[in-house]
């Protein structure tokens, strides 16, 4: 049986879930994500690659980094994840800008209890005091990671479209108005949106909605707010696609939170 289940605490959301049918659809966070397989084999491609995560593997996540994901077979999985924002996860390593991981799974038994310590800390409701520590040692094992500055991407019409796309999230994305205004036609910019960023802009666009009605959600406790800032038909509509990435529909990530 799939199963998702979430929980907020000193900032950091923490995430359980086994599942067996489920299938991710291609999405990324705008958080750096990590977390432990903690039976079978978790699959998903990422950056143009097939990973695959055995037991113990610890899967890395810097933001905005494209992927799905899927169990291997019928047998399923169960792992745990946290999801840490990049202003917070950046400050404890002591950098300015965002890095990427060498390596998107590694094998390392400290980082792996560390992680494995905090998730049990934040779904018993531990002080976030102590969850903050715990935040701060696993920070400290990545010393023993591999990883480099992100490059920045000179790329200023991208860029430029991303500002546009959060700029509408209560809208629809009218692809023919944005391409224009970025001096392309609407499948140059296709082409050009999905080769800088693994991803095409309706599904980007998409994703930046439902990441947007999560921190609503988060914030206000009111499921109706994100429908309505985020440009949603419907309570059905936005429970339909925040599955489709998170596992579980809006209203029952709203219950896990309150």
Known sequence: MDKFIYKKRAGITALTASMADFTYVKHCHEEYAMGVTLRGVQQYNLDGSFQSS??????????EQVHDGRAQDRSGIDYVMIY?????FLDLLGKKDIVKFDAPIVYNRRLEHSILSLVRAIFSDQDEAVCSEMLIRIAHHFSDIDMQVMPRRNDRLITRAKDM???SLNDVLKLDELSRE??????QFIRAFKAST??????FFLNSKLEHA???IEQKKDIYSAVAACGFVDLSHLNRHFKRVYGITAMEYLSYIE
């Open 198 to 203: 693994g991803i095409s802009p309706y599904r």
């Open 182 to 187: 970025l001096g392309m036609t609407k499948y």
């Open 214 to 216: 999560k921190r609503i």
């Open 84 to 88: 840490i924002q990049p202003d917070l």
């Open 165 to 167: 796309i959060h700029a």
């Open 54 to 63: 055995y037991r113990d593997g610890v899967m890395l996540f810097h933001p």
